[in-house]
């Protein structure tokens, strides 16, 4: 079965660092790009960034540029999305996704003091 | 970077009404684009790529059209299952960006 399995809920203070995850089996990972979405509460779907696996080929939306970093370890399978120093306004739900409708379950990102 | 607009943002329609959602691109796309549904609480779910191409598993009463800058996803008879909110998503070069959704439920 085609999957894509994301790491569990994170609370976190701003200011600290977080990587989440997304890690795919049942399918070549290095052959699919894969897609990192926002969804903040009560609000619509962002698309933040892709990356080809295969080669680690990174696009960014203008939004998110800088703000956030997407990476790749063919060897295990497993995207990243990653923060430097994480605000409150990153409260949200992340989830990872192929273009052909394989998603993550979602992983709940919340910031607060 | 192109733009989605959709519309309506929100409608409201009896059990077996058709309901039609427009989804417009700042510049052409051929028929670059999928359409999602998403439940409350729940994971997307893809109805529709390639403008109107059927995701293996979804209704029949579901169906898109469009090319170019306009798209429409069309619900042939509306269901109570099918109360959620409505995605478009270009796709055809990165940023491939979502509408903003329109919400659908039932009168």
């Known amino acids: 079965e085609v999957q894509l399995v994301q790491s569990g809920a994170e609370v976190k203070q701003p200011g600290e660092s977080l990587k989440i995850s997304c890690k795919g089996s049942g399918y070549s990972f290095t052959t699919y790009w894969i897609a990192w979405v926002r969804q903040m509460p009560g609000k619509g779907l962002e698309w933040m960034g892709i990356?080809?696996?295969?080669?680690?080929?990174?696009r960014y939306s203008p939004s998110f540029q800088g703000q956030v970093t997407i990476s790749a370890d063919k060897s295990i399978s497993t995207v990243y999305l990653q923060w430097i120093s994480l605000k409150a306004s990153d409260t949200a739900m992340y989830y990872c996704?192929?273009?052909?409708?394989?998603w993550g379950q979602g992983t709940k990102v919340t910031v607060s003091s | 970077d192109i733009q989605m607009t959709q519309s309506p943002s929100s409608l409201s329609a009896s059990v077996g009404d058709r309901v039609t959602i427009t989804c417009r691109a700042s510049q052409g796309i051929s028929n670059s684009l999928a359409w999602y549904q998403q439940k409350p609480g729940r994971v997307p779910k893809l109805l529709i790529y390639a403008a109107s191409t059927l995701q293996s598993g979804v209704p029949s009463r579901f169906s898109g059209s469009g090319s170019g800058t306009d798209f429409t996803l069309t619900i042939s008879s509306l269901q109570p299952e099918d109360v959620a909110t409505y995605y478009c998503q270009k796709y055809n070069s990165a940023p491939w960006t979502f509408g903003q959704g329109t919400k659908v439920e039932i009168k």
């Open positions: 996704a192929r273009r052909d409708g394989v």
């Open positions: 990356i080809y696996p295969g080669d680690s080929d990174t």
